[in-house]
Every structure is written in C-alpha cells, then in structure tokens.
C-alpha cells in the first residue's frame, strides 16, 4: 500500500554555491524557489524525497545570480509554468529568459497567489539588481519564510518572515573561517558585507527578532563549503534557538542532497 504523502512542507532540494533549489508544497502541489540546479536533477532529487508526485505550479526567483537560476528555463518550458521575479531581476535575465512561458513580475512587499499559495516576497541586500526572499502561505495557513542571500536581514524581512512555522535563513559562513580561509581579500570584504551573505552569528542573532512559539523549524541555508561547516552553523543558530526557548529544530540544507521538513 502507498504511503500517504505529507500534506505540507519543504523540499530543500539543495542549498549552497553550487546550486540551490527549494520546494514549498502542499496536497500535491509546489512552488520552486529559485532552479540553481538542472531540471533533470529537481526532478531526481523529488523522487528521492519519497513525497510521490509533485506538480510544481510556479518558479519563484530570489535573484539572478547562476547558483539560483541556471535551471530555471528548461524546467519551466518544461512544464509549462510561469516564472516570478522582480522587475530589476527579471531584467537581468531578460536573455537567458527570452523563450520562457511567462514571466510575471512582482514587486517586494505586494503579495499575490499562484493556485496554491499566497506569496510575499520581501527585499533582501545582497549585490545584485533587486532581490527578494519570498514568505508562503498554504491554503490552510502554514507559514513558510526564505531568506538567503542577504548581507544584512532587513526590516522588510523581519516583518514578512517573523510568525512562520518553518524559517529556511541563511547561514554562509563562520567569520573565523572567513578570514582564515584561502579567499582573496576583495572576496572575503564582499562576503560579509551588508551586501554579501549571512554569517553564522547574523543568523543566530536574527532569531532573536524572527523567534516565535509557532516556529517549528529552522533550517540553516546556503552553508560554504570554503568558509563553514555545517557542524558550526547548526551550533551557532541551535544555542541560540535553545537561550531564547524555542521549541523549533535546527536543520542543515545540503548542497548535494534534498532534505525535507514536514509541516505538522
Ligand atoms: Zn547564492
Ligand atoms: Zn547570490
């Protein structure tokens, strides 16, 4: 007998430089956030999950940078879905996006709906045209918050993402690791500038304003694999959620393999 499949969750399908995809579903259905990996591997990597068949309904982009982009074409021709992104992102793209089936732009802080869920994308810092994370709603109220490739959390962040039952947030690097480690100066400044990507302790800290006693889940995102080790991420945001008395797991998204966490 087939296992009845988790109604709602998230697919972190992979995180991190080399690529990054993440599945919001709900009853079956999904939205991408952001298709830095082949098509063929999103769809490998869902199979692997166990959760049976998802149709995606939507591809939702954080910004134009390859390692969330360089699937996003043939998937969405593939299928026949729409591609979201905001104005400053999209046009970025406008080559590489040219045949897509339609792109529909959003704007950070105005929500909208694909069939499934309703979507607040947000303003993020990080040094590209106009990014965004995205907050998701199910049809039944559970609260989903993205926030990944971001200098700095802003306030837009704070408010779209605090209450949520499952926070993906990014958690880049250790700032020992960072500075030890073998990157060109320029590099490591751009790193962790308030354009650059969340250290380890940013993430932990942003907990303090993004906590709540809904929260579930926290899953550390986009983790270097020059700069971090998964091991100090988990620490650096779990010893947090544990001082502040939160009653979430702390999670590691993979850069090779899909993780799920199962909204209940
Ligand atoms: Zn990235
Ligand atoms: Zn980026």
New binding site residues.
Partial sequence: MESPSPATGVAFLASG?RG?ATLAYHDGRGVLIDCGISAREVRRRIAETGLGSIEIEAVLITHE?G??VAGVRVLTRTLGIPVFATRGTAGALREQLSDVPEIVTVRAGESFRTSTFGVLPFRTSHDVAEPVGYAIESVVGHRVGIA??TGVLTAEAIEAIGGCDLLGLEANHDLDMLERGPYPRFLKDRIRSDRGHLSNACAARGLELLGSDRLRTIVAM?ISEQNNLPRLAMASVGAQARSLGLAADVLVARQTEAIVCEIV
């Fill in positions: 430089s990054n940078h390692d969330h990944t490739d986009h």
